[in-house]
C-alpha cells in the first residue's frame, strides 16, 4: 500500500494505490511514484520484506527513509494498510521520522556473510552437543577425559566409533594429545555400548559437522577477500584485546566503513544498544535496562569484553574488577563493552572510504 502527498497552493491532495510484491510491481510503483513528482519516500522495517522494495526504489532518483516501525506507531484503534500508509506520507512530510541506518549494498553483502557464518558456528555447535548426548547414552564418557570431543584425539576416537570400533583398549590408542585423565580413566570412559542406530546417527552428526565446517571455511574466504582492500583496519581492530579477525569483521560488517554517521563514540553507543536508557519521571529513575539496539553487534562486543577482561595487565581487566564489586559482574562487562576509551580507538578507521 503506498500513499503520495501532493502539497500545493496551502492545499494537500493524497493518492493511494495497491501494488504486489512482485518486481515488475515494484517496478510500476517506483514509476508512479516518480510520475507524481516524489522527492522523499518513507517506509517500515517489516522483517526483511522491505529489502526488495529498498533495492528497487535505491535506483530511483528518491531520498529514502526506513521507519522504525515503533516511532512511527498511529493512533489505536486505526489500524489499516491505507491509514499506516496515509501516516507515514504526514510524518515523512513534516521530517519527523528518524530514519534507520541503512548500510551501502557492498557492507549489507558483507553482513550477510558474517551473520550467516555465525548462524553455521551455531549449528555445528547443536551437532557437538547432539553427538556427546549420543555418547552419553551409550555410556561413553568421552567429554569427561577430553576438553573438545572435537578435536584431534577426540575425532579420531569419533571416526573409528562410527566405522564400529568398540575395544577401549584400542580406542585410548587413537588419543595422542596430552590429557590429564590417567590411561585407566581413559580406557574405562570409553568402555561403552554403541548400538547399530547410534553408530548411523553418529556418523551423520560428523558428517554434518563436517559440512558446515567446509562452508564456514568457503565463508571467510570471501569475507577476506571483500576486506582486502581495508586489511589494515581489519589488523588494528585484531590487536585490541579480545578482538579476533572474525571479530574485527564482524563489527566492520555491522557498522560499516564510514564513521562520519556518528559524530561522537557515545553516539556509537548508542545506537549498538549499550548504554543505559533514560526512563526518569518525577525525579525518580525508573529503568536503565538497554534497549535491543544492534543485536548482531552488541552481542559480539559483550562476548569480546569477556575475552578482554582475562588479558593481564591492560584496561578493559582493570575497568571492569573496578565495576564488579559496586555494580556486579553483568553489569561490569556491560561498561567494559561500551566503554569510550574502546570506541575511541575503533572509531580510528574513520579517513577510510569504500571505493
Same mark, same amino acid.
Request: glycine share 6%; proline share 4%; aromatic share 6%.
Given at each position: 500500500?503506498?500513499c503520495?502527498?501532493l502539497?500545493?497552493?496551502?492545499? *494537500?491532495?493524497?493518492?493511494v494505490?495497491?501494488?504486489?510484491?512482485?518486481?515488475?510491481d515494484l517496478?510500476?510503483?517506483?514509476?508512479?511514484?516518480?510520475?507524481?513528482?516524489?522527492?522523499?519516500v518513507?517506509?517500515?522495517?517489516?522483517?526483511?520484506?522491505?529489502?526488495?522494495?529498498?533495492?528497487?526504489?535505491?535506483?530511483?532518483?528518491? @531520498?529514502?527513509?526506513?521507519?522504525?516501525?515503533?516511532? *512511527?506507531?498511529?493512533v489505536?484503534?486505526r489500524?489499516?494498510?491505507v491509514?499506516? @500508509?496515509?501516516?507515514?506520507?504526514?510524518?515523512?512530510?513534516?521530517?519527523?521520522i528518524?530514519?534507520?541506518?541503512?548500510?551501502?549494498?557492498?557492507?549489507?553483502?558483507?553482513?550477510?556473510?558474517?551473520?550467516?557464518?555465525?548462524?553455521?558456528?551455531?549449528?555445528?555447535?547443536?551437532?557437538?552437543?547432539?553427538i556427546d548426548?549420543?555418547?552419553?547414552?551409550?555410556?561413553l564418557?568421552?567429554?569427561?577425559v577430553?576438553?573438545d570431543?572435537?578435536?584431534?584425539?577426540?575425532?579420531?576416537v569419533?571416526?573409528?566409533?562410527?566405522?564400529?570400533e568398540?575395544?577401549?583398549?584400542?580406542?585410548?590408542?587413537?588419543?595422542?594429545?596430552?590429557?590429564?585423565?590417567?590411561?585407566?580413566?581413559l580406557?574405562?570412559?570409553?568402555?561403552?555400548?554403541? @548400538?547399530?542406530h547410534?553408530?548411523l546417527l553418529?556418523?551423520?552428526?560428523?558428517?554434518?559437522?563436517?559440512?558446515?565446517?567446509?562452508?564456514?571455511?568457503?565463508?571467510?574466504?570471501?569475507?577476506?577477500?571483500r576486506?582486502?582492500?581495508?586489511?589494515d583496519?581489519?589488523?588494528?581492530l585484531?590487536?585490541?584485546?579480545?578482538?579476533s579477525d572474525?571479530?574485527?569483521?564482524?563489527?566492520?560488517s555491522?557498522?560499516?566503513?564510514?564513521?562520519s554517521r556518528?559524530?561522537?563514540?557515545?553516539?556509537? *553507543?548508542?545506537?549498538?544498544?549499550?548504554?543505559?536508557?533514560n526512563?526518569?519521571?518525577?525525579?525518580?529513575?525508573?529503568?536503565?535496562?538497554?534497549?535491543?539496539?544492534?543485536?548482531?553487534?552488541?552481542?559480539?562486543?559483550?562476548?569480546?569484553?569477556?575475552?578482554? *577482561?582475562?588479558a593481564?595487565?591492560?584496561?578493559?581487566? @582493570?575497568?571492569?574488577?573496578?565495576?564488579k564489586?559496586?555494580?556486579?559482574?553483568?553489569?561490569a562487562?556491560?561498561?567494559?563493552?561500551?566503554?569510550?576509551?574502546l570506541?575511541k580507538?575503533?572509531?580510528?578507521?574513520?579517513e577510510?572510504r569504500p571505493d
Open positions: 500500500m503506498a503520495v502527498r502539497a500545493e497552493g496551502g492545499r *494537500v491532495e493524497r493518492h494505490e495497491t501494488f504486489a510484491t512482485t518486481t515488475a517496478e510500476r510503483l517506483s514509476a508512479w511514484l516518480a510520475g507524481h513528482g516524489v522527492t522523499h518513507a517506509m517500515e522495517a517489516t522483517g526483511v520484506y522491505w529489502k526488495p522494495v529498498w533495492a528497487v526504489l535505491c535506483e530511483g532518483d528518491f @531520498a529514502l527513509v526506513l521507519a522504525n516501525a515503533h516511532h *512511527v506507531k498511529a489505536p484503534g489500524k489499516t494498510d491509514n499506516d @500508509a496515509t501516516w507515514l506520507a504526514d510524518l515523512v512530510s513534516h521530517g519527523l528518524r530514519p534507520s541506518f541503512v548500510p551501502p549494498m557492498a557492507v549489507q553483502a558483507l553482513r550477510d556473510l558474517t551473520r550467516t557464518r555465525k548462524q553455521l558456528t551455531r549449528e555445528k555447535a547443536s551437532h557437538v552437543q547432539r548426548k549420543l555418547l552419553q547414552g551409550a555410556n564418557k568421552l567429554g569427561s577430553l576438553s570431543i572435537m578435536g584431534q584425539g577426540g575425532r579420531a569419533l571416526d573409528t566409533l562410527a566405522a564400529g568398540s575395544d577401549p583398549e584400542r580406542l585410548a590408542d587413537l588419543v595422542r594429545t596430552k590429557v590429564r585423565a590417567s590411561r585407566a580413566q580406557t574405562e570412559a570409553l568402555r561403552g555400548r554403541l @548400538a547399530d547410534q553408530r553418529l556418523g551423520l552428526h560428523l558428517a554434518q559437522a563436517d559440512a558446515i565446517t567446509a562452508a564456514i571455511a568457503r565463508i571467510d574466504v570471501e569475507v577476506n577477500a576486506l582486502e582492500p581495508f586489511r583496519t581489519v589488523t588494528r585484531s590487536r585490541m584485546p579480545g578482538l572474525v571479530s574485527a569483521s564482524v563489527i566492520l555491522e557498522i560499516g566503513f564510514d564513521m556518528f559524530p561522537t563514540p557515545a553516539h556509537l *553507543v548508542s545506537w549498538a544498544g549499550l548504554c543505559p536508557r526512563d526518569e519521571s518525577a525525579g525518580k529513575r525508573r529503568s536503565t535496562r538497554l534497549r535491543h539496539g544492534a543485536p548482531w553487534l552488541k552481542t559480539l562486543l559483550v562476548q569480546s569484553a569477556w575475552a578482554a *577482561v582475562r593481564k595487565a591492560t584496561y578493559p581487566q @582493570a575497568l571492569f574488577h573496578k565495576l564489586a559496586r555494580r556486579g559482574p553483568k553489569k562487562i556491560v561498561a567494559v563493552a561500551a566503554s569510550s576509551r570506541w580507538t575503533k572509531l580510528c578507521w574513520t577510510q
